[in-house]
């Protein structure tokens, strides 16, 4: 997670954090602090959302602190449209953690799009600068963002000679990528219109029959029905039929079989119905360009494909043929007819232009099935104009943003762009992630009185809040700035519900407001505690206390009654998950009263990663091969062997009987 809004006084108007002569940086001459720095600053806010896709089991936290003395940027315009995995483009602010983006990836002789997950998502405040590429593409990014170029990855601005000595972008220079999106279709009548008109023209039944009846006259019977293999198509059809007063009922059409899909319909029987239906799919007189965009991803939903890098719209109907082919050129497509010589006439249209336009189309025109969107494994062959126009400062500072995904990489406007990392929290700060994260904390000096005005708030509803979630708020800067105590007492006195996570024992320091704000709401600790094998600690935790101290303190706050339980993390593979291990692990922690056990197993996420793998490097060179194995997919360990320890995990905590008693139940018995 990051912070937003850092500022060095409630009215500046300094976008950098570092630089300004107005924070306050110390150094204390103690052998705990020895080699630290502290930057002194002052927040803006201190409650911050958590991107609503997160898997974390709340909305709100609270992180005085960035960076941590345990020891164990770059932006975009949040207007900014990046490449889903459902092939549709998305405001860079409105992506969360957990989506699933494009990123790209080497394999064999070309950089191919491949799918990646992000794992986190920011904002800051920067200045901004515009680059515009040759085919009109424009982006809004901060000097510090980098874009791939056919001469690698060049940031925004630099120098060529001094401290600011960097690869930069140029006129002479070629981003990679497709261009500048498509802006994607209004949701309007008559886009829905065209829709219904090419899904029902290219697949639906729509027709009138005459039966006799017992009084020996005949009557009219009127039928409807549209069946797909694609529920999106189906759902989104049977939704644009709601809109013009037209009911359906959903079957199943055709079950699935060895080779087929199963297959879904809609149908209806009424003679108001069939009318309705049948004058909205009339050939419009003047179709705009709504109703275009509308029967291009009907028809195409209905009759199209798109395999082998080749997208096709095929029918037999000349009427159909014709609208499809004009069409395509009132939006500027460029297409080949092709007659396969069948004895049902069937023709076929295929787009041309490549990825370029194949993206463009699916952008433009927005058919409901999303497989055939798919890019999963395309090579990036420039065929768009994307060479440097310009460069310009804007001159204003505007809300920037960037994400982290497991490729190190997204589509940003067509383009692929670099991002930060999860451990580098520190360098959109001008810091690194590996030394600097430990050593240079940045302490948010006024959070407990931002805490108590947002507290007060009208709008605030007093929702959970979490702390731990990012840095230990009990690290050891805590026992000199002691920020903990008023925050607690914010807490206390708004009745607001909150937890912490600490691998500290100074956590034991503010006992009596932790019980005081317990008899007024729900609080919980958790103590990360992933193993108890002390020589290993050392090595792997040196700035943290030993985890039997830790358990300690677990075992101190269950007595007192404030519900403690124990976050068994991190388990590092192949050095602490053997069956032994495991088992004196959650023995000792259930010995400490524990109310829950919950296991992490290692995350090596971007940053991360390379700072552990830096350490089994030195301490355990025979275990890199078998890391590189088990993480060769991403930041994760293969869900397999995930819910096997888990389950080791919980097998073990039943055992011990961890969980046996509530925090309520121990707050009784200690009164």
Same mark, same amino acid.
């Given at each position: ?15 950098? &954090? ?73 405001? =860079? ?25 992000? =794992? ?55 981003? =990679? ?328 024992? &100074? ?6 407001? &932790? ?88 995350? &090596? ?24 194995? =088990? ?41």
């Amino acid at each position: 997670m990051r912070w937003d809004n850092l500022r060095l006084s409630a009215d500046s108007d300094q976008g950098a &954090l570092f630089g300004a002569d107005e924070v306050v940086a110390r150094t204390f001459d103690t052998p705990e602090f020895r080699g630290m720095t502290f930057y002194e600053v002052r927040a803006r806010s201190i409650v911050n959302k958590v991107p609503g896709a997160s898997r974390v089991p709340f909305r709100w936290t609270i992180n005085p602190y960035r960076g941590c003395s345990h020891a164990c940027a770059y932006c975009l315009h949040g207007d900014t449209p990046i490449l889903m995995a459902d092939g549709r483009p998305k405001r =860079l602010a409105d992506v969360r953690v957990g989506d699933s983006v494009y990123g790209t990836a080497h394999e064999g002789a070309y950089r191919r799009y491949v799918l990646t997950e992000v =794992l986190a998502h920011w904002s800051t405040v920067k200045p901004t600068y515009r680059v515009t590429l040759e085919d009109g593409t424009e982006l809004v990014a901060s000097a510090d963002h980098r874009f791939l170029t056919g001469r690698g990855w060049k940031h925004v601005t630099g120098r060529m000679h001094g401290t600011g000595r960097r690869p930069y972008l140029t006129t002479n220079d070629e981003l =990679l990528g497709t261009g500048g999106f498509a802006a994607p279709p209004g949701d309007t009548s008559e886009y829905r219109r065209g829709y219904l008109c090419g899904m029902i023209r290219g697949d639906a039944h729509l027709s009138t029959y005459h039966c006799p009846s017992p009084r020996g006259k005949d009557f009219c019977r009127y039928r409807f029905r549209l069946a797909s293999a694609d529920p999106e198509a189906l759902g989104r059809s049977r939704r644009y039929l709601v809109d013009i007063g037209v009911a359906t009922r959903e079957f199943t059409f055709a079950s699935a079989t060895g080779v087929r899909r199963a297959m879904a319909a809609i149908r209806t029987q009424t003679r108001a119905a069939f009318e309705t239906i049948t004058e909205s799919v009339r050939w419009p007189t003047c179709p705009d360009g709504g109703w275009t965009k509308g029967f291009l991803a009907g028809i195409f939903d209905a009759e199209g494909s798109c395999s082998g890098g080749i997208l096709r719209i095929s029918n037999t109907d000349p009427d159909i043929i014709e609208q499809v082919i004009s069409g395509m050129k009132r939006l500027d497509f460029a297409v080949a007819v092709e007659d396969r010589a069948q004895p049902n006439d069937l023709r076929c249209i295929r787009l041309l232009g490549g990825v370029c336009e194949r993206l463009r189309f699916f952008h433009t025109v927005d058919p409901a099935i999303t497989r055939t969107r798919s890019m999963a494994g395309v090579a990036i062959k420039n065929k768009a104009r994307l060479r440097v126009a310009s460069v310009e400062a804007l001159g204003v500072d505007l809300p920037m943003y960037d994400i982290t995904t497991g490729t190190g990489d997204f589509i940003a406007n067509g383009v692929v762009s670099h991002n930060c990392f999860a451990r580098r929290t520190h360098e959109y700060l001008d810091l690194d992630s590996g030394h600097d994260f430990d050593s240079k904390i940045v302490v948010k000096i006024n959070a407990p009185d931002v805490l108590r005005t947002e507290l007060r708030r009208p709008r605030w509803g007093r929702e959970h809040i979490a702390m731990g979630t990012n840095v230990d708020p009990y690290q050891r800067a805590e026992g000199r700035y002691r920020l903990m105590p008023p925050i607690l007492e914010a807490l206390r006195d708004a009745a607001n519900p909150f937890s912490i996570l600490t691998k500290g024992t &100074l956590v034991l320091r503010d006992l009596d407001l &932790l019980r005081q704000a317990a008899e007024v709401t729900d609080v919980t600790v958790n103590v990360s505690v992933g193993f108890v094998d002390e020589r290993l600690w050392r090595s792997v935790e040196p700035g943290t206390p030993a985890p039997r101290a830790r358990l300690d303190a677990c075992r101190e706050l269950t007595e007192a009654g404030v519900g403690c339980g124990v976050l068994m993390a991190p388990i590092l593979p192949y050095l602490t998950d053997t069956p032994e291990q495991l088992d004196a692990t959650v023995r000792a922690i259930a010995e400490a009263g524990a109310t829950s056990v919950s296991p992490i197993v290692l995350h &090596l996420r971007p940053g991360a990663r390379e700072w552990y793998l830096a350490w089994l490097a030195r301490e355990h060179p025979e275990l890199v091969p078998r890391y590189d194995e =088990l993480y060769a997919r991403g930041a994760y360990a293969p869900k397999s062997y995930q819910r096997d320890v888990s389950a080791r995990v919980a097998r073990l905590a039943r055992y011990h009987g961890i969980g046996s008693a509530s925090p309520r139940q121990a707050r009784h018995r200690s009164g």
